[in-house]
């Protein structure tokens, strides 16, 4: 009985878990993603002469 009790907690814990490691991931990829675009207009600036 306490082995039952024992992987319902483990389950409820990692099912708690997992929003966050997916929020971490999501954050991880917009943060990426602003990196190459700051990256990319910078390039362009140094690139293209002003008119």
Known sequence: ???IWRDFLVAVVSALRKPDEQAL???RRRA???LA???IRQNRR???PPE
């Open 1 to 3: 009985m306490l082995g």
């Open 25 to 27: 991931a999501e954050e």
């Open 32 to 34: 990426v993603e602003r």
């Open 37 to 39: 675009d700051e990256t």
């Open 46 to 48: 140094t690139v293209d």
